[in-house]
Each structure stands twice: as C-alpha cells, then as structure tokens.
T-cell receptor, first 115, second 111 residues
Framework: NAGVMQNPRHLVRRRGQEARLRCSPM?????VYWYRQLPEEGLKFMVY????????ESGMPKERFSAEFPKEGPSILRIQQVVRGDSAAYFC?????????????FGPGTRLTVT | TQLLEQSPQFLSIQEGENLTVYCNSS?????LQWYRQEPGEGPVLLVT?????EVKKLKRLTFQFGDARKDSSLHITAAQPGDTGLYLC???????????FGKGTLLTVNP
C-alpha cells in the first residue's frame, strides 16, 4: 500500500501529557499538510510543510502545537500539555508539489482522545 | 475568509433513487475537489474540477463545476448502499495548498 500512512490510529492521553502524531507521505510526495476534524465541524487546515521547511502554519494554534518534516523520516505533529479540547481526528495529506493542479491525498487519520 | 456551504446536511434515501448534493460559496476557487469519507477513515478523493462549467462523470456519479467557479454539484444516479458516506467538497483558493472544506453531506442509502 503506497498511500499516506499515519500512526498511531488511536491515541489516548491524559490532560497535560504530550501527543506525537506521525505521517509518512505517499512515495514521491514532498508536500505534507495537516488538518483537524472536530465533531460537527469540517476539516480545518493547520499547517503546510515541505522537507525541512514550514511553509504556512496559519491554521495552527499559537501555543502548544508544533510540526516538523525532517529530511529523513515522517512528518510529526506535536501537541504539548494536551487539553480536552484537543480531542479530534487529525489527518495528514500529501501531494507531489504545490497543490495548484495537484490533489491532496489523505491518510486514515489519528483519533486523539484526551481524558 | 472563504466558506463552502454544503446542502443538504443529511440525506437518507432508498436504493435506486437519484440524488443531488450541492456545494456553494461566495468565493471563486481555482479548483474544487469532492471527497468521500467513511466512518473512522480519511477522505478519499473522488474528482477534481478545474474549469468553469466542467462536467465530469465517474460511473454513476456526475460532478459539475459552476460557470463562475463558485459552486459545484454532485449527482448520483440509482444510488446503492455502497454509496453511503460523508461527501465533502473542498476548494482550492490558490496558491493552492490550503484546502477549504465544507461540513459535508451525510448520505445514507437504505437497501
């Protein structure tokens, strides 16, 4: 399966703990996007990264959230000191280049539950 | 801020019926994509429309992009239970990377 891979699929954290979500893009894709889906809401853009660069993080909360896409390895979305409001499904998507004319392909998501 | 309104929000029909769902905005999009999402899974891309007035067909699904590139529709002919899912439209307002999603239409096709 050469699709976008995300792990873990489900993650339970207590308030105050850290959550690390991983995303491996499709083979040949160098652009990664993170979206969050809250109950009763649509998917919301969080951050757009290329290898070793954050291109646009305008959708990320200013505090506690960070993302990276290192030269080697998966993209990581990190949430520090999680709160109950962080409970959501987090999706990663990838594209071969800037999505103008190129679609984004989504992974299966990580469901984060904060207790 | 670009917004996409999808209607109806919920739709429950019998197998064999036809249906249309809509995706509307006051903003112009350079392209618009339709996805289907099943419970516990990520959105799966169905189609991308780029040109105003464009019509694309995918088996029993017909997608249309409005002439002004502000709206789109998805028509399903002879719906089947396997069509059940959340249908999402997403607009690419340019420069391209930030997709704006509608809240979706939850379709249930009863056998």
């Amino acid at each position: 399966n050469a699709g976008v891979m995300q792990n873990p699929r489900h993650l339970v954290r207590r308030r105050g703990q850290e959550a690390r979500l991983r995303c491996s893009p499709m083979k040949g894709h160098s652009h990664v996007y993170w979206y969050r889906q809250l109950p009763e809401e649509g998917l919301k853009f969080m951050v757009y990264l290329q290898k070793e660069n954050i291109i646009d993080e305008s959708g990320m909360p200013k505090e506690r959230f960070s993302a990276e896409f290192p030269k080697e390895g998966p993209s990581i979305l990190r949430i520090q000191q999680v709160v109950r409001g962080d409970s959501a499904a987090y999706f990663c998507a990838s594209s071969p280049r800037d999505s103008s004319g190129y679609e984004q392909y989504f992974g299966p998501g990580t469901r984060l539950t904060v207790t | 801020t670009q917004l996409l309104e999808q209607s109806p929000q919920f739709l429950s029909i019998q197998e064999g019926e036809n249906l249309t769902v809509y995706c509307n905005s006051s903003s112009v999009f350079s392209s618009l994509q339709w996805y289907r999402q099943e419970p516990g899974e990520g959105p799966v891309l169905l189609v991308t429309v780029v040109t105003g007035g464009e019509v694309k067909k995918l088996k029993r699904l017909t997608f249309q992009f409005g002439d002004a590139r502000k709206d789109s529709s998805l028509h399903i002919t002879a719906a089947q239970p396997g069509d059940t899912g959340l249908y999402l439209c997403a607009g690419d307002g340019g420069p391209g990377y930030k997709l704006t999603f509608g809240k979706g239409t939850l379709l249930t096709v009863n056998p």
